[in-house]
């Protein structure tokens, strides 16, 4: 439960993402799914995560859209770069590696098909099955907080990844990174 906390609080580091308009003009199943899990996301207070039953009903929700996402998938219907788009950031949301790799697998599925704003989830997606796994992050997109580290976006490659090659993707660079880590910081009650 500590490790799916953490991973639940890593996320919600991150603004919700607003909905993009759909490229059918029509609200498809999956556009309903991205914005169900985008609203449990949106104004959420750190102190829920001490509730319980709130992180129990989250984990409940997250999981039974990964199942009907991949449903939809399995019956090939997703075929537009909004769906693998909206599917990436559903398996974001998941609690285990292959959950963050299939994530990754549906960004780059979004940017190949066009859409363009898919390189930062596909960013985010690799940093977070690489920490998962035991690795260091290299675009510097996850944000932890616990008690034994305080907030931190540890453990984390600073070098592999150029700043330059951050902008491409939509990733902030990282004396953003550092600014936005320090503020995480400045937040927490004096002498933590």
């Known amino acids: 439960m500590k490790a799916i906390m953490a991973m639940l609080i890593a996320g919600m580091a991150l603004p919700a993402i607003p909905v ?14 991205f914005q169900d899990d985008q609203a449990v996301r949106e104004n959420i207070k750190p102190e829920q995560f001490k509730d319980r039953e709130f992180v129990t009903r989250m984990i409940a929700q997250d999981k039974a859209r990964r199942a009907r996402t991949a449903k939809l998938m399995e019956q090939g219907k997703l075929t537009t770069a909004d769906d693998f788009y909206h599917a990436a950031f559903i398996f974001q949301h ?7 790799l299939l994530a990754h697998s549906l960004a780059i599925a979004a940017t190949a098909l066009g859409r363009k704003d898919a390189s930062w989830i596909a960013a985010a997606t690799l940093d977070r099955y690489l920490q998962a796994i035991g690795q260091k992050q290299i675009y510097g997109t996850q944000y932890r907080n616990s008690p034994e580290t305080g907030p931190t976006m540890e ?3 600073h070098v592999l990844i150029s700043d330059a090659l951050r902008r491409t993707l939509g990733v902030p660079v990282q004396m953003e990174q550092q600014k936005r880590l320090d503020g995480m910081k400045a937040q927490l009650p004096a002498g933590k």
């Not at 998941?94 to 963050?100: A, I, R, V």
């Open 20 to 33: 993009a308009a759909q490229t059918s003009g029509d609200v498809t199943e999956m556009a309903q799914i």
């Open 94 to 100: 998941g609690s285990e590696p292959g959950d963050y």
């Open 155 to 157: 453990p984390y490659d």
